[in-house]
């Protein structure tokens, strides 16, 4: 727990888009000071204000401007309990997993270990009992670790829809079958992102593969932990009803929200 102690973090592709956010709401938080950050080589060494094509409406925080950028290296983090990352998923895996066992816990937005079966997807509203793998997650490693572990958050368009089905599930029990569409905004593709003349004025019916991720994650999250038969946890998939999600998603013209 918090216990009134602000715990420093660093964030991992911090010149990226999702990285941008997160310095936005970290540089503000109550329990958390920014004390690292850390992107690729081309960035490294320069204060972050210069390594950094800056896209919020709110100006740099001024508490990061002078920080200078480091490479994604966990001795380049020291002092940090907790990394945020935002790394392209090109490079995510082996970098997080690189942090994982020098023993940080690593909170990840990239896609890269959502399916593994010991790392939990995690939409806080619905599936917080899923922190339960973490002690497993651990006890893989060789030593086993103490304290290293990697939770990875869903696809963006997923949470906003698993919420309200978790809810409906609460309220009604298991959903059969549920029928998804998206209008994604801009935001969502990073930067330099969809090519301008593919979007204005348009709407693309494809996202490569958001549609399977959407159809996969929400079994994960909304399904349970249960029991394997060797005694080691595992995520159900909603094993307890059988569910089919299809999902057709869309890139819009808009800058930010989806819908
Ligand atoms: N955009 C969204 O709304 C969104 C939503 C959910 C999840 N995601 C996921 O979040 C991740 C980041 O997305 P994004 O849109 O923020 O991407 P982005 O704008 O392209 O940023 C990527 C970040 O990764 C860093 N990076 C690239 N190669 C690296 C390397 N070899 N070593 C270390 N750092 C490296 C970049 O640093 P440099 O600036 O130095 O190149 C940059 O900080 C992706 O995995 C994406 O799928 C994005």
Not at 89 to 118: C, L, T
Not at 202 to 219: A, D, F, H, Q, R
Request: one cysteine or more.
């Amino acid at each position: 727990m918090h216990e009134g102690r602000k715990i420093n973090v660093g964030v991992l592709g911090a010149t990226g888009t999702v990285g941008q956010r997160f310095i936005a709401l970290l540089s503000e938080h109550p329990f958390f000071v920014l004390h690292a950050l850390g992107a690729s080589q081309r960035s490294a060494g320069k204060p972050y204000a210069r390594a950094v094509t800056w896209k919020q409406t709110k100006y740099i925080p001024a508490v990061v401007r002078e920080v200078v950028v480091q490479e994604c290296k966990p001795e380049c983090f020291r002092g940090c309990e907790i990394v945020f990352s935002g790394l392209d998923a090109d490079v995510a895996g082996p970098i997080e997993e690189a942090f994982r066992r020098a023993e940080f816990a690593v909170f990840s937005n990239a896609k890269n270990h959502r399916r593994d079966p010991n790392v939990p997807l995690i939409v806080p509203l619905v599936n917080a009992s899923h922190f339960s793998m973490i002690p497993q997650q651990r006890s893989l490693h060789n030593p086993p670790l103490q304290k290293g572990f990697i939770v990875t958050n869903a696809n963006c368009s997923t949470t906003g829809v698993v919420i309200p089905l978790a809810a409906l599930e609460k309220a009604f029990g298991p959903i059969e079958s549920c029928m998804i569409t998206t209008m994604q905004a801009i935001s969502g593709a990073g930067y330099p992102g969809v090519p301008s003349l593919d979007i204005i004025d348009n709407i693309v019916p494809y996202i490569g593969g958001e549609e399977e991720k959407m159809e996969w994650e929400t079994l994960k999250i909304l399904g349970g932990v249960s029991e394997g038969e060797d005694g080691r946890k595992i995520f159900d998939m909603h094993a307890r009803q059988p569910l089919r999600v299809s999902a057709q998603c869309n890139r819009v013209p808009v800058i930010e929200g989806h819908t």
